[in-house]
């Protein structure tokens, strides 16, 4: 009788250890991964004024891959570097919420040497938003290796706009048809690398940017822009024909949806807008153009509507003249502080 109650509940107790390692397991489920694997290499590139030069790719791909994933997933990126130089990239933006030693920065993290591989292994915390990744050593970030970061909230966590039919990549920035080496040997004998040749949108620059048309709008539709300055120097002024942008988000937060009608972008800075599908269907113009600097450059690229045959018009909206105008539109920028989203608390919880 003994050893038989003994043994029920020995079996009991089995049985109440396997629940309890079951619902330990259970809450200490992980997040989510995001497995990826990039090959650096170098390639040619005729982007500006008809020169072929040399631009690192990822998977052969300029810009490199978008990476989408929502807030607090592990994002685990096996890098194989190909180049004849070391290889260090930063995750912009996300480093700040410190959550990461690989935050990419010499001193905190030893480059990939060439011919070998690494693997990088972050989480975006609570990080909702737009951010980019770049090669941070040699200069090697003037001629590509750089990315969208795209963070989305987590299922439970409430967003504070509808979800957009389509989500839609515009990296923007000034390039020099330089070759990288050559910049940092100026940079490293203290001069300047001098102007840029130009403004590529989505890795794209001069007539190829603007045909064929790169965005498809469906009239009645509202699409999320996700727009980062991707370039060296220049601040640009992006804007459309005929449509005003709804700021939703800013540098990993939710803002007041204001509307604007351009926004000045500053290097290293992402943002969000919403962008109501509401003229006619036509093509319309989407323009980035640089700010502050002598011989101003410019690109376009198009946005067709569904069943559009109207090109675009020839008229470009103005750019804005002037700092304090930019100076101004910053200070117009509020944190929406009733929307669930980051906050700047290293430790990565939800107020
Ligand atoms: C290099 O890649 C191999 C093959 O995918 C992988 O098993 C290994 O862990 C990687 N090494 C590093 C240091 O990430
Ligand atoms: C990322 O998400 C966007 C928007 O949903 C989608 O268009 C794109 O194909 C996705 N890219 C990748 C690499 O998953
Ligand atoms: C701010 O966020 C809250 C909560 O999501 C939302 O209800 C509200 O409409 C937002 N306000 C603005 C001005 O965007």
């Known amino acids: 009788m003994a050893a038989t109650t003994m043994r029920a509940t020995a079996a009991g107790g089995a049985l109440l250890l396997a629940l309890l390692l079951l619902s330990t397991n259970v809450a200490r489920a992980e997040d989510p991964y995001v497995f990826m694997e990039w090959h650096v290499t170098y390639g040619t590139k005729t982007l500006l004024g008809g020169v072929p030069q ?171 822009l996700r727009i980062c300055n991707v370039g060296i120097k220049a601040s640009l002024n992006f804007r459309m024909q005929g449509h005003d942008m709804r700021l939703v988000e800013m540098d990993g937060s939710h803002t007041l949806q204001d509307s604007y009608d351009s926004l000045d972008v500053h290097v290293g800075h992402c943002l969000s807008v919403l962008v109501d599908a509401d003229q006619k269907p036509a093509d319309y113009l989407m323009v980035a153009s640089t700010r502050f600097i002598v011989n101003p450059s410019s690109v376009s690229a198009v946005i067709r509507y569904v069943g559009s045959n109207t090109p675009p018009a020839a008229n470009v909206p103005e750019p804005p003249a002037g700092w304090a105008w930019s100076i101004n539109q910053w200070r117009s920028f509020r944190w929406n502080l009733s929307a669930s989203a980051a906050r700047p608390n290293p430790q990565g919880s939800y107020h």
């Not at 989408?68 to 930063?90: A, K, R, Y």
């Not at 693997?119 to 750089?146: C, E, L, N």
């Not at 890795?203 to 509202?222: C, D, H, I, R, V």
């Open 54 to 224: 040399k631009v690192i790719l990822i998977n052969g791909e300029f810009p490199g891959p978008r990476i989408n994933c929502s807030s607090n997933n592990n994002i685990v990126i096996n890098v194989f570097n190909e180049l004849d130089q070391p290889l260090l990239f930063t995750w912009n933006g996300i480093q700040h919420r410190k959550n990461s030693w690989q935050d990419g920065v010499p001193g905190t993290n030893c480059p990939v040497v060439p011919g070998t591989n690494f693997t990088y292994h972050w989480q975006p915390k609570d990080q909702i938003g737009t951010f980019f990744y770049f090669p941070s050593i040699g200069m090697q970030r003037a001629v590509g290796g750089h990315g969208l970061i795209s963070v989305d909230s987590r299922l439970l966590i409430p967003v504070p706009f509808d979800p957009p039919a389509d989500d839609l990549q515009v990296l923007i920035g000034d390039w020099y048809t330089k070759d990288h080496a050559v910049m940092a040997k100026l940079l490293d004998t203290g001069k300047s690398p001098g102007r840029p040749a130009g403004v590529l949108i989505n890795g794209k620059g001069g007539p190829e940017a603007a045909n064929p048309p790169m965005f498809t709008f469906e009239a009645g539709k509202t699409y999320r």
